[in-house]
């Protein structure tokens, strides 16, 4: 029996068309959400290579481009890609329910 919370931050239909992304807030942080062929991911959303909205980056074959510097990250594992990014960005838990994107809340 699944014991965990999860947290509703969006619809899926919010999520941006034209840049596959949207920018919400989860417990205090800013997170990214993407919408990929019809599945969506969770990221963390400020770059951890410069202080950038992953929200504000380019979307491409299931990676996504910092405006700031052009690292790029692999969305649905965190991993960067390319220098000048070495940190990998933080993956969410999520679900999607009747349109509804749910992340998984932090245990207590």
Not at 75 to 84: D, E, R, W
Request: include cysteine; proline fraction near 6%; charged fraction near 25%.
């Amino acid at each position: 029996m699944d014991t965990a919370i999860w947290k509703p931050v969006a619809l899926v239909k919010d999520i941006s068309p034209d840049t596959h992304t949207l920018r919400v807030m989860h417990e205090g942080e800013a997170v990214c959400l993407y919408e990929l062929d019809g599945q969506v991911c969770a990221t963390q959303d400020k770059c951890p290579h410069g202080n950038a909205s992953l929200a504000e980056g380019w979307v491409e074959d299931g990676t996504i481009e910092c405006p700031l510097h052009q690292g790029v990250f692999d969305i649905a594992t965190g991993k960067p890609q390319c220098p000048p990014v070495t940190t990998d960005l933080r993956c969410y838990e999520i679900r999607v329910e009747e349109g509804t994107v749910y992340l998984r809340a932090d245990e207590a």
